[in-house]
Nanobody
Framework: QVHLVESGGGSVPAGGSLRLSCLAT????????MGWFRQAPGKEREGVAT???????SYADSVQGRFTISQDNAENTLYLQMNSLKPEDTAMYYC????????????????????WGQGTQVTVSS
């Protein structure tokens, strides 16, 4: 069982920045890819960014150019740098990990992931 623990959420004004972190507690687990999702009240969970084990990344159109996903394999930590935040970025943000054989085409879909963190709240005020 892989446990994912997010941190770094908070409240910022529009235009501000936040960096989310996700620590994977099992150092032996090697997912094919990891990702960040978000869910606002009354809306479906949305894939935001994903990074594959070889470093390839993919982003939702809504965050392209503003968010950057990265990983520190030595520290087993996934990051999401969020710049130029907008009120519509307000949501609960979740870290997720795939299995070692999940298909890449599911990288921004919740069905591509097996393990999930508990979430961290991001609130952007106008």
């Amino acid at each position: 069982q892989v446990h994912l623990v997010e941190s770094g959420g908070g409240s910022v004004p529009a235009g501000g920045s936040l960096r989310l972190s996700c620590l994977a507690t099992d150092h032996t687990y090697k997912p094919y890819y990891m990702g960040w999702f978000r869910q606002a009240p009354g809306k479906e969970r949305e894939g935001v960014a994903t990074i594959r084990s070889d470093g390839s990344t993919s982003y939702a159109d809504s965050v392209q150019g503003r968010f950057t996903i990265s990983q520190d394999n030595a520290e087993n930590t996934l990051y999401l740098q969020m710049n130029s935040l907008k009120p519509e970025d307000t949501a609960m943000y979740y870290c997720a990990a795939s299995t070692s054989y999940s298909p890449w085409y599911l990288r921004l879909r919740a069905s591509g992931y097996t393990y999930w963190g508990q979430g961290t709240q991001v609130t952007v005020s106008s």
